[in-house]
């Protein structure tokens, strides 16, 4: 089972750039699952953001291509989203989601805000 963790947001200018980190918390490594970043505003749903297939494929919303890049480090058992020229529609919680098989887990999120 795992444990998602978070990090890496916060408050930046708008055309500045964030990097959110996800593991878990006990240092399972994430290798075989298929990761996710999902982002959700107040009164909005929730929307994927980019993916990362075990097999090292990637996918990314309309929004976040040519501005985030999803990546994993395998020793850190870590996957990254960078996020950069981010624009105050970016504010939202950011949440990390990870499948393997019929087994999901979500991660409770990082604020990020983006503000002048």
């Known amino acids: 089972q795992l444990h998602l963790v978070e990090s890496g947001g916060g408050l930046v200018q708008p055309g500045g750039s964030l990097r959110l980190s996800c593991a878990d918390s006990?240092?399972?490594?994430?290798?075989?699952?298929?990761v996710k970043w999902y982002r959700q505003s107040p009164g909005e749903q929730r929307e994927l953001v980019a993916g990362?297939?075990?097999?090292?494929?990637?996918d990314y919303a309309h929004f976040a291509r040519d501005r985030f890049t999803i990546s994993r480090d395998t020793a850190k058992k870590t996957v990254y989203l960078q996020m950069d020229n981010l624009t105050p529609a970016d504010t939202a919680t950011y949440y990390c989601?990870?499948?393997?098989?019929?087994?999901?887990?979500w991660g409770q999120g990082t604020q990020v805000t983006v503000s002048p």
């Open positions: 006990k240092a399972t490594s994430l290798s075989f699952y298929t």
């Open positions: 990362s297939g075990s097999g090292g494929s990637t």
């Open positions: 989601h990870a499948v393997l098989g019929c087994f999901t887990y």
